[in-house]
């Protein structure tokens, strides 16, 4: 019998079965999970040379957000919310893993003024996210001479060794190294003992988690030049084929994504947003730049929609006279 989603267990994301799908070489998997927050780019005051409609729309936009803001936050402050939401900058676009419910909660507590608290959060989650990335893919390295060092360990406290052992195992993306360790730093000087603290309280704060927040968009985000993803497939991104078999991309990429063809489309249900997609594009093994090529070129008319699944549901099973 032919192999297909329509006969794999959890379809699109069953993800062990996918091997064997007789289309395999026609799909690619696409992650679609992810965590942002763009609410501070929208706090600006209008600029001079925008057109006037431009303008008021974005007053009016502003407006909203702020009364959204004073019923999260209280009115007394709103002026500091806003001040320390515009100078935190938009949270970046992240898959959905162990990081986000944390990182959202030290950004809450900058923009309301408790910045140590703040600080701390940002120090603390660069630590565990160091310690998930080891433990989580220490064993897809057992032949490196890292394993018997780290094979039996539960946590790691240490910064340069922790990102020297992802840098040799090639898990973190360029970049990432640089600002683990910048992080780091901070985090020495601010939770051991420094009186000098005091006065740089929401500078250190705020250098932390813009630090956390270009780590987690390097390394977690969808559209930083990951170098796994597919390039030239606008608004979308997909695996590369070779990637697949990455450490990293398997643990915290694929769990996320539907394995879909370029004519897949999506569905907003009660549980979110679900891929859908044809049953089987046939025998055809194509390149990656040929999967993006066919997305950018795809016929909106042949995009599986709700509506065409019934459709031709109907027509395989017409009503009887």
Not at 147 to 172: I, M
Not at 252 to 273: D, K, N, Q, S
Request: net charge negative; hydrophobic share 40%.
């Amino acid at each position: 019998m032919r192999r297909t989603i329509a006969n794999s267990g959890q379809g699109l994301y069953d993800h062990p079965a996918h091997a064997e799908l007789a289309d395999r070489g026609f799909r690619r998997y696409h992650p679609f999970s992810f965590d942002f927050d763009s609410t501070p780019l929208s706090l600006g005051e209008a600029e001079d040379q925008w057109e006037e409609h431009v303008k008021e729309t974005h007053q009016q936009n502003r407006a909203q957000q702020i009364e959204r803001l004073k019923q999260r936050y209280g009115p007394e402050q709103i002026e500091v919310v806003v001040k320390n939401l515009m100078d935190l900058g938009a949270k970046s676009m992240s898959l959905l893993t162990y990081h986000n419910q944390f990182h959202e909660q030290a950004r809450r507590a900058f923009v309301t003024g408790a910045y140590y608290p703040a600080l701390v959060a940002a120090c603390a989650l660069g630590e565990r996210v160091l310690n998930h990335l080891i433990l989580d893919l220490r064993d897809a390295f057992k032949s490196s001479p890292h394993y018997r060092k780290v094979y039996r360990k539960d946590s790691f406290d240490s910064w340069p060794y922790a990102v020297s052992v992802l840098t040799d195992w090639n898990v973190l993306v360029p970049g990432v190294d640089a600002e683990f360790l910048a992080l780091g730093e901070l985090r020495n000087r601010s939770i051991h003992f420094d009186p000098k603290t005091y006065t740089s309280l929401r500078e250190d704060a705020l250098a932390a988690l813009k630090r956390l927040n270009a780590i987690i968009a390097k390394q977690f985000g969808y559209f930083g030049s990951q170098p796994w993803f597919i390039e030239n497939t606008p608004g979308a991104q997909f695996i590369k084929r070779e990637f697949e078999s990455i450490p990293f991309v398997r643990a915290y990429i694929l769990p996320r994504a539907g394995f879909v063809g370029p004519l897949y489309g999506m569905e907003l249900t009660a549980h979110g947003w679900q891929h859908l997609d044809y049953a089987d594009y046939g025998d055809v093994e194509i390149s990656d730049d040929d999967f993006a090529k066919h997305y950018r070129e795809r016929n909106a008319a042949k995009v599986v929609s709700r509506e065409l699944i019934e459709a031709e549901r109907q027509e395989a099973n017409p009503p009887a006279a």
